[in-house]
Antibody, heavy 118, light 113 residues
Framework: QVQLQESGPGLVKPSETLSLTCTVS????????WSWIRQPPGKGLEWIGF???????NYNPSLKSRLTISVDTSKNQFSLKLTSVTAADTAVYYC????????????WGQGTLVTVSS | DIVMTQSPDSLAVSLGERATINCKSS????????????LAWYQQKPGQPPKLLIY???ARESGVPDRFTGSGSGTDFTLTISSLQAEDVAVYYC?????????FGQGTKLEIK
């Protein structure tokens, strides 16, 4: 059974870059679509974007200018980089798997809290 | 962006009673080319990631109890829990995945009365 695990710094300074990695275990990353979703503390879910195994991406326009999602099939990982962060980027970040570009997220990681603060 | 609006924001239902959550999209998420509504429902319990319950508006994910039913088409959708169990206490979200960005509703908090 596939499992996803987010990893990365829990604290990032304002104006710096938030970097997270999602490691896929129990299955190959070389199929499906791999997503990032975030949830500010006490608030709802925000779709960030996705990538597939060949590198095709789709980003939320509200984040597109600061966002890069990449995939490393040799490590069975995909990553998120968000530049110029502010306190508004403080959230639990989830990685997830969907069947295709227009499909829901069927498998979710446990999430990791990233706090933006000096 | 397609705006997803859920109602109510919170709901208290007695054990064994029916719970109904509504979701309205600002645009049609039904595609006649494949006869599908691009609408999902998730359940999120405290401290846990969301869990996919329903996709294509009415298809139940494997392992989801049959007391959970999704219905609706076009712009208006409903998640019904036929007989509320204690373990159903959670926040429920709808999501459209027909257009990018794949937007979520604001969530509905379901509690026991």
């Amino acid at each position: 059974q596939v499992q996803l695990q987010e990893s990365g710094p829990g604290l990032v300074k304002p104006s710096e870059t938030l970097s997270l990695t999602c490691t896929v275990s129990g299955g190959s990353i070389s199929s499906y679509y791999w997503s990032w979703i975030r949830q500010p503390p006490g608030k709802g879910l925000e779709w960030i974007g996705f990538i597939n195994y060949s590198g095709i991406t789709n980003y939320n326009p509200s984040l597109k200018s600061r966002l890069t999602i990449s995939v490393d099939t040799s490590k069975n990982q995909f990553s998120l980089k968000l530049t110029s962060v502010t306190a508004a980027d403080t959230a639990v970040y989830y990685c997830g798997r969907g069947w295709g570009s227009f499909d829901p997220v069927e498998v979710w990681g446990q999430g990791t809290l990233v706090t933006v603060s000096s | 962006d397609i705006v997803m609006t859920q109602s109510p924001d919170s709901l208290a239902v007695s054990l064994g009673e029916r719970a109904t959550i509504n979701c309205k999209s600002s645009q049609n998420v039904f595609y006649s080319s494949n006869n599908k509504n691009y609408l999902a429902w998730y359940q999120q319990k405290p401290g846990q990631p969301p869990k996919l319950l329903i996709y294509w508006a009415s298809a139940r994910e494997s392992g989801v109890p049959d007391r959970f039913t999704g219905s609706g088409s076009g712009t208006d959708f409903t998640l019904t829990i036929s007989s509320l169990q204690a373990e159903d206490v959670a926040v429920y979200y709808c999501q459209q995945y027909s257009n990018s960005p794949h937007t979520f509703g604001q969530g509905t908090k379901l509690e026991i009365k």
